[in-house]
């Protein structure tokens, strides 16, 4: 079945405690992507990645890291967590130029 | 990307047609109309894509008027597992770029 996986789906963490959001797609989609949801807010874009070993910013990337060493995987890291990342937390993929997007079933983190 | 008008919020009573509205008067010509929705706390799901003409897929049909300034997405027979947002997009077909969702349309399905 086609389709991405995150890992986990819900974490509670302390400030400053390094994480990693795992996300894995099996379309072998060139394009990865991670947002954030809040509130009010909307779905933002944190980092994207076009193929592997490259990346760049979408419009919230402070306090987060990504890579993409290989094509299924694109983890998202924080390394210095805050309780402003307390968030809901999506992983997508897609194939070439299309906008088609596959989603992840979301990763729910909340930073005390 | 062009920007895209959606109102906030619509209701629709189970088993009649959905239809959603979404404005895009700056399109240019190689701006494709994508619709996702998202039902709570759910990863988005793709739903219908089209350039100029209409699109019909199991899910749902996209209306794009001539002028392509803006277009409908119609639920044919709403459930309610259909209530969640729908967002509308605007872009261009390209592997590079950001990608932006805007605030959608929060469509309830009533019995």
């Known amino acids: 079945e086609a389709q991405v996986t995150q890992n986990p789906r819900y974490l509670i963490t302390v400030t400053g405690k390094k994480l990693t959001v795992t996300c894995s797609q099996n379309m072998n989609h060139e394009y990865m992507s991670w947002y954030r949801q809040d509130p009010g807010l909307g779905l933002r874009q944190i980092y994207y990645?076009?193929?592997?070993?490259?990346?760049d910013k979408g419009d919230v990337p402070e306090g987060y890291k990504v890579s993409r060493k290989e094509k299924r995987n694109f983890p998202l890291i924080l390394e210095s967590p805050s309780p402003n990342q307390t968030s809901l937390y999506f992983c997508?993929?897609?194939?070439?130029?299309?906008?088609?997007?596959?989603f992840g079933p979301g990763t729910r983190l909340t930073v005390t | 990307d062009a920007k895209t008008t959606q109102p906030p919020s619509m209701d629709c009573a189970e088993g009649r047609a959905a239809n959603l509205p979404c404005n895009h008067s700056?399109?240019?010509?190689?701006?494709?109309v994508y619709w996702y929705r998202q039902i709570h706390s759910q990863g988005p799901q793709y739903i219908i894509h089209g350039l100029k003409n209409n699109e019909t897929n199991e899910m749902a049909s996209l209306i794009i008027t001539e002028d392509r300034k803006s277009s409908t997405l119609i639920l044919p027979h709403a459930t309610l597992r259909d209530t969640a947002v729908y967002y509308c997009i605007v872009r261009v077909n390209t592997n590079a770029g950001k990608s932006t969702f805007g605030d959608g349309t929060t469509l309830t399905v009533k019995p």
């Open positions: 700056t399109i240019s010509g190689n701006e494709y």
């Open positions: 997508a993929s897609r194939f070439g130029q299309s906008y088609e997007q596959y």
């Open positions: 990645s076009m193929n592997v070993e490259v990346t």
